[in-house]
């Protein structure tokens, strides 16, 4: 049983007590292992061995995937209480990463054995529901990805990647490059570069040499 003043429980507590019962977030503190990781690690990579399951308690990270050319299709954002439903696949088939993670910021992950998964699914509702609804959550996010790159255009595919990336890092000014932005699109650079001048002339992002201030969280 961890105590009340325990730094762990305390941290755990204020960050999922509307989430998980009692019993668990105490097996969370003797099971889990929490650790932080500054912007930009990579935490998981394509064909890598998955021994544990993360849990975001501070923070935000982008997943994505590859093609054997390289390019990046961005699937979705894990934030505050998320756990990724690729990697809960992955556990519960033993199977490899087929999913690139990297920190969008600072980030605090609590990190659970992946031989826990199983018995806490029968002993504890509460992550019975949270595993179910992270996979419908992930599965329609992934969903809703692959639609906007089918029947939307450029453009729009371009404001709602600003519009995202300033959501879940909850900040308007964004530390991105016109590459990356391609890279993560699908989309030429030269392309991209035209189309942010475009909306910068709209009055809908401002942007310097490394950054670019997405002016709808500005007001």
């Known amino acids: 049983m961890q105590s009340a003043t325990d730094p762990c429980y305390q941290l755990l507590k204020s960050k999922f007590e509307f989430l998980f019962e009692e019993e668990l977030l105490q097996e969370f503190c003797t099971m889990g292992q929490i650790k932080t990781f500054d912007p930009g690690q990579t935490i998981m990579d394509i064909g890598m061995a998955i021994t544990h399951m993360p849990l975001v308690i501070s923070g935000c990270i982008k997943i994505f995937t590859e093609d054997e050319e390289g390019n990046e299709l961005l699937l979705y954002y894990l934030e505050n209480g998320d756990t990724c439903a690729v990697t809960l696949n992955c556990c ?15 980030t605090q992950l609590l990190f659970i054995d992946i031989g ?27 969903v809703g990805a692959l639609d906007n790159i089918v029947f939307n255009s450029l453009e729009e595919r371009l404001i709602k990647y600003l519009r995202d990336k300033a959501w879940v890092t909850k900040n308007s000014t964004l530390s991105i490059t016109h590459d990356v932005i391609a890279s993560e699109l699908h989309a030429s650079r030269v392309g991209i570069s035209r189309l942010m001048k475009k909306l910068e002339k709209d009055g809908i992002i401002k942007q310097s040499r490394k950054t670019v201030e997405f002016l709808e969280f500005s007001k």
């Open 116 to 142: 826990k998964m199983e018995e806490w699914m029968i002993k504890y509702k509460s992550w019975r529901s949270f595993v179910l609804e992270s996979y419908n959550s992930r599965l329609n996010e992934m």
């Open 92 to 106: 519960t088939t033993r199977s490899k990463s087929s999913i690139i993670a990297i920190t969008e910021d600072a």
